[in-house]
């Protein structure tokens, strides 16, 4: 599969996915459409974050062992996702913490990913994958997490699963939580190609444009919440 196809399939999810209805809440209206669902977990939970990490895992490996580790990342990292995503929210839930301060709880999360993720090149550089004579299975694993299944993914997943309150919606939510799985899945399988014709600057010159975006949605997320919280009040 060669990059063109791989951007090419972005760009179309991303020009459909927002044609999806928004279903409303007791609250008056889901904050989040699924147009802005699909951007969160794009950026908390795509390949966009992972490149450097997919490039160093599969750069000397032959095509058939990449399409392995590729499938078996791919697996875990799906398993993971969904089981976090329906156990964390259902306790969430047994917990009756309200929407609105749920919204907020989401919109602070939101934020303080974006922010990072945009101030993240004055940082300090992210720890190296496991050594050669690391045990077996090690490299798998670090791929799945934290490099493709990070901790705020899981608490982005968690929260917007919590927050929806009808079957319908959370079975989008998940669904649209495989999708990011599915491009982190042909992200693997490019990756020699995209870093070939594309390279890295590009890629995280959009990180920080999508990093940017998601500040001013957590904002919008944010001032929704306080607002309902002040006129429950």
Do not use: C
């Not at 196809?5 to 609250?27: G, K, N, Q």
């Not at 050669?132 to 917007?160: E, K, Q, S």
């Not at 959370?170 to 042909?186: C, P």
């Not at 070939?196 to 600057?201: E, F, L, R, S, V």
Request: glycine letters at 8%.
């Amino acid at each position: 599969m060669s990059p063109m196809l791989f951007l090419d399939a972005v760009s179309s999810i991303a020009a459909v996915v927002p044609a999806l209805p928004t279903a409303p809440s007791a609250a008056g209206g889901y904050e989040l459409g699924y147009d802005n669902i699909f951007l969160v977990l794009f950026i908390m939970l795509g390949p966009i974050k992972a490149m450097g990490d997919y490039f160093l895992a599969t750069r000397e490996l032959p095509g058939p062992q990449v399409r392995t580790l590729a499938l078996k990342v791919f697996a875990l990292s799906t398993l993971t996702i969904l089981l976090a995503g329906v156990v964390g929210s259902a306790l969430l839930q047994k917990w009756q913490i309200t929407a609105p301060v749920m919204q907020l709880v989401a919109g602070i999360v939101f934020f303080m990913v974006a922010i990072r993720m945009v101030l993240a090149q004055y940082g300090t550089a992210a720890p190296p994958p496991p050594a050669a004579d690391a045990p077996p299975g090690a490299a798998t694993m670090h791929l799945v997490f934290p490099v493709t299944i990070t901790p705020y993914g899981i608490a982005a997943v968690i929260t917007l699963m919590a927050l929806s309150h009808g079957a319908d919606r959370s079975l989008r939510i998940l669904g649209l939580t495989v999708l990011v799985m599915v491009l982190n899945l042909l992200a693997l399988l490019t990756m020699r190609f995209i870093m070939k014709w594309i390279g890295m600057i590009p890629l995280k010159i959009l990180s920080a444009v999508l990093g940017i975006l998601q500040v001013a949605l957590a904002a919008q997320v944010i001032v929704g919440a306080l607002w309902k919280i002040l006129a429950a009040t």
